[in-house]
């Protein structure tokens, strides 16, 4: 994750003695600020992203309606067997602990358990998944780092970095944008998810490179600023 940082502050002229005395005084600062939430480890979040996109869109975990179904633990179509279909190694009661514990999978009276939200969810008002975070991180520094070094002769993609703001918002207003833009962003993942899944190479005995594409959604909001603007 720090690399991308690094390839950044040096394309911006930032020496390296520069460099290392302002990382230390954040981590000085960090280490005296309060953390209101605790940071927990559950390892790669790849595997939590495709066992939810597998229970959603698998027939062997979805009804006639093809919404998904709520699982026994055991059983041929149960929670493990959707956990082992996606990560064989993984511990499916450990993957269960941290779908239930971050909102993602409930537990019904009849003791199966159902899905919820249609994404992974990796916070909740206790704690946040260590991993999820330093990978969006380095996603959005990674990015911004190839933007910055890309060549006239750039056969890759064309990697963009967009965003919408407004400095005028009350905090009402900043509450209800934040809740239009949470529902409006997951219709808008969910139809980005159907395409990658639809246009995604699945064959295990292929030995051709891959690479991991997408796009992340996060919300902006400012501690209180004083704008010298007019209306």
């Known amino acids: 994750m720090l690399f991308p940082i690094a390839a950044l502050l040096h394309a911006g002229g930032m020496t390296p003695e ?12 960090v280490s005296r600020s309060p953390v209101g939430r605790k940071i927990e480890h559950i390892g790669h979040p790849t595997r939590y992203t495709d066992i939810v996109g597998t229970w959603l869109r698998s027939k ?51 003791g199966m358990y159902e899905l919820i939200r249609p994404f992974f969810y990796t916070a ?4 946040i998944a260590f991993e999820p975070v330093v990978n969006f991180l ?35 207003t900043a509450k ?8 409006r962003g997951l219709v808008f993942l969910d139809e980005l998810d159907d395409w990658l899944e639809a246009n995604s190479d699945r064959k295990k005995a292929s030995l051709k490179p ?22």
Request: aromatic content about 10%.
């Open 60 to 110: 062997r975990f979805i009804d006639k309606t093809g919404r998904p179904r709520a699982l026994r633990i055991e059983g041929r179509d149960g929670f493990k067997a959707l956990v082992r279909s996606v990560a064989w190694q993984a511990d499916p009661q450990m993957v269960l602990s941290v779908l239930v514990r971050y909102g993602n999978v409930r537990r019904t009276k009849q």
């Open 210 to 231: 891959r690479r991991r594409v997408g796009l992340g959604i996060f919300s902006i909001y400012s501690d209180h600023e004083f704008l010298d603007v007019r209306p």
């Open 18 to 29: 520069t460099a290392l005395a302002v990382f230390g005084a954040s981590l000085n600062r």
């Open 176 to 183: 209800r944008f934040t809740s239009f833009a949470r529902e």
């Open 138 to 172: 380095s996603d959005v520094t990674s990015n911004l780092t190839k933007i910055l070094k890309r060549s006239k002769g750039w056969k890759g993609p064309d990697l963009f970095w967009k965003k919408t703001e407004n400095a005028r918002i009350s905090e009402a």
């Open 124 to 127: 909740n008002s206790e704690s």
